[in-house]
Nanobody, 119 residues
Framework: QVQLVESGGGLVQPGGSLRLSCAAS????????MGWYRQAPGKQRELVAT???????NYTDSVKGRFTISRDNAKNTVYMQMNSLKPEDTAVYYC?????????????WGQGTQVTVSS
């Protein structure tokens, strides 16, 4: 079974930076889509940043210009650099990827990594 393992979360002051990593147990070269979601307490999980077909990147409006998604196919790892962090960025961040398993396009999720932005 495919595993996704996130790391890099932690406590940071407003205006600070973090880099999140998502390591996959399966080659990410063949993934159909891959990226990051987040969920704050009492709120729905939302898309943050993704790669889609053709290596197109998408970002939610609230992080545009501050967050950057990237990947290293040789390491089967996707990253998200987060700069100019704000308290409202506080959430559990989840890695997501989609692969075909036989005839079915299936979603996989990591366990989540906590990001807390606070003074």
């Amino acid at each position: 079974q495919v595993q996704l393992v996130e790391s890099g979360g932690g406590l940071v002051q407003p205006g600070g930076s973090l880099r999140l990593s998502c390591a996959a147990s399966r080659s990410i070269f063949s993934t159909n889509a891959m990226g990051w979601y987040r969920q704050a307490p009492g709120k729905q999980r939302e898309l943050v940043a993704t790669f889609t077909s053709g290596s197109i990147t998408n970002y939610t409006d609230s992080v545009k210009g501050r967050f950057t998604i990237s990947r290293d196919n040789a390491k089967n790892t996707v990253y998200m650099q987060m700069n100019s962090l704000k308290p409202e960025d506080t959430a559990v961040y989840y890695c997501n990827a989609k692969w075909y398993v036989g005839y079915e396009l299936r979603d996989y999720w990591g366990q989540g990594t906590q990001v807390t932005v606070s003074s």
